[in-house]
């Protein structure tokens, strides 16, 4: 894998997911390769933590800027306006030479097909410029499929695993339209795995 791009549960009982998700790209990655993950600002540290003794090298910090309505966290009373992606390299020095922007104006995805809904704006960002085109991205935690269309928008292989089967097929659904919109979908594949 070039890239592994998802966006795990923010809350506490799923530091655990973070834990699995480093042993799965210190294995999966080929050198150079990332790995980028929201993440909830409680627990970034830990996940760092995870990150580093499965043998990843941490190599930045990129915001996500949002834009409203804000999520309120009342037991600390903050109004959420950014959130984390924590970006990690399997070895010492990534893969392609560009630079990055460390900020992305996200586009508040409409939310329709599932409560936890991301907008393809971040995945966009990072999957141009850390891999090229033909590159694999995964997202083991695929959810409605939006790392999947971002990555074949830009000529990216994609491999998504979802463990929830009434989820996958939408996320299927979605990323096969667009797929074979540009007819390339025989160069993207769909993984599942249920529980």
């Not at 915001?63 to 959420?80: D, F, H, M, S, T």
């Not at 960002?125 to 790392?147: E, K, N, Q, Y």
């Not at 939408?170 to 769909?190: E, K, L, M, T, Y």
Request: glycine share 6%.
């Amino acid at each position: 894998m070039d890239l592994l791009f998802t966006d795990p549960p923010y809350d506490f009982k799923s530091l655990v997911l973070y834990q699995e998700l480093a042993k799965v790209a210190s294995r999966v990655l080929k050198d150079g390769g990332s790995l980028v993950t929201y993440c909830g600002q409680d627990y970034k540290y830990q996940i760092q933590q995870f990150m580093e003794s499965s043998g990843l090298t941490p190599r930045w910090e990129l915001a996500v800027i949002l834009r409203g309505p804000y999520a309120r966290i009342y037991k600390k009373q903050v109004l959420v306006t950014w959130k984390p992606l924590l970006w990690f390299v399997k070895g010492s020095k990534k893969r392609t030479p560009y630079f990055i922007k460390d900020s992305v104006v996200s586009k508040p995805p409409a939310k329709e097909l599932h409560d936890w809904e991301q907008s393809t704006t971040e995945a966009h960002h990072v999957i141009s410029i850390l891999t090229f085109p033909g590159d694999v991205v995964l997202d083991p935690l695929m959810g409605i499929g939006t790392t999947g269309i971002a990555a074949i928008n830009l000529k990216r292989q994609f491999i998504g695993i979802e463990k929830d089967p009434e989820i996958f097929q939408r996320a299927r659904r979605r990323i096969s339209s667009v797929a074979s919109s540009d007819q390339r979908s025989d160069h993207n594949s769909i993984g599942e795995i249920t529980t």
